[in-house]
């Protein structure tokens, strides 16, 4: 049997990687759809109501499955780390309860209008029900965030001693809700959400064009594809450059305020000064990709770049290295991760800069490079977002609320080995179900393609209205 606090990091983990899938698709699909709806009931191509109804049908199985992995999530706060809800429940659960409150009740109020309700109500209650679903998809996220941010750069608060042990208690919230870390984590993750899901869409774009235009494969709804991939590429220039000037500025912002997680992302173990940035590093041994010390590894790096990272500016500032901590994090997990996420955010500025130039040159429906290139990008955006979760999370360790509780700390005290390892196997086996069930729908949608025909409102025979009558709104 597992260790109960490993099984329980285990656990969380897991069904975290999982359930991130699922807002990310939602909190990314909600901008796109608040502007199909608004392109339609402005009286724009009948493409833009075959956008809207397809992608309606995505958001709404991910919206689902979402809630439910999501529910589970703050249940494992009690049952494997009831020490950690004891010791900044009061503060913690705020956010999560606001989070219920507002974003859940606001989503789920309007989602069934915008889902079930264009032959029912008129356009502006219908635009509004789609703005109102994406502000409770994004608000969701604030309030999440808001609780994740504070346990990185708790702030806010102050221990006072109940039944025997420290306990955090609130003290001024503005200061811990808005904590320095917040701003931050909410750009970059929703700006990565947009970014995966335009590259998602901009991969299922693709795959038909290249079938059609290519492949010279007849199918049906070429417009609607050919619609689909311009949009993401519109959106993936945009949201590909911000999200590399971003994490720039994040990284500077993780210096400041958790030196040795930024250690344990450049692999720095001995403080030094003129750190140089390895844009390209590969293990040349086992033990460079098990225990990486940046010194160690072939790289190709930009001298003192991590300095002048850390700094904002200066490529002679010193980094404190990982020595100097009492205690690492897993730093193979934390400098792998961080460079994986980072070539992967390289690679979308050139995919979104290389789409848009060959759109430009009237080029783009005959690139097959291209299309291959987007086809097997399709996930890598979702992909970044774990890696990107990854390095927050485990580099902050071994703090679960950072300087405040370690993660050790936190894990309930009456749970055995043998009780954390079968729900571990038991949450593996559901979240793994769910996602393969989430899979098949969503496979499903896509080869059922867009609504055509009888189906569309645009095709259908406009009934001038009888005289006197005002029409609808």
Known sequence: MLDPVIASRLQFALTTI???????????????????????????????????RFWTKIFAISFVVGTVTGIVLEFEFGTNFAAFSTVAGEL????????????????ATFLGIFVFGRERVGDRLYFVSAVAVGLGTWLSAVWILIANSWMQTPRGFELVEKGGREIVTLTDPMAAYLNPRFPYMFVHMQNAAVLSVALFMAGLGAYFVFR???????IENVDFWETTLKIALVALVITAPLQAIHGDL???????????????????????????????????????????????????????GASWLASGGDPQATIVGLNEYGE?????IVFWSFRLMVALGFWFVLLG??????????????????????????????????????????????????????????????????????????????YLGLLALYTYVLVRIIRGGPPTGDELRVAEPAEPPAEGVTGDD
């Open 92 to 107: 913690f659960g705020g956010p999560l309860a606001l989070e219920g409150m507002m974003a859940f009740m606001l989503e």
């Open 212 to 218: 059609h235009h290519v492949w010279e494969y007849p």
């Open 18 to 52: 999982v359930h991130i899938i699922f807002p990310v698709m939602s909190m990314g699909l909600a901008p796109f759809l608040v502007y199909f709806t608004w392109k339609e009931i402005r009286g724009g191509k009948p493409v833009y109501e075959q956008l809207r």
């Open 328 to 332: 690492a994090p897993p730093v193979a």
């Open 353 to 430: 800069f290389w789409g848009v130039y060959r759109w430009w040159r009237g080029e783009l429906l005959e690139d097959d490079l291209l299309h291959k290139s987007l086809m097997l990008s399709t996930l890598l955006g979702i992909v970044a977002v774990e890696l990107g979760w990854v390095v927050t999370e485990v580099g902050r360790q071994p703090w679960v609320i950072q300087g405040v509780l370690e993660t050790t700390e936190g894990v309930s005290p009456g749970l055995t080995g043998a009780e954390a390892t079968a729900t571990l196997a038991g949450f593996a086996l559901v």
């Open 250 to 304: 994040y990284a500077r912002h993780v210096y400041e305020t958790q030196p040795q997680k930024f250690a344990a992302m450049e692999a720095v173990w001995e403080t030094d000064s003129y750190v140089p940035e390895y844009i390209v590093a590969f293990p040349t041994s086992l033990a460079d990709l098990t225990d990486p010390k940046a010194k160690d590894i072939f790289g190709i790096g930009i001298p003192g």
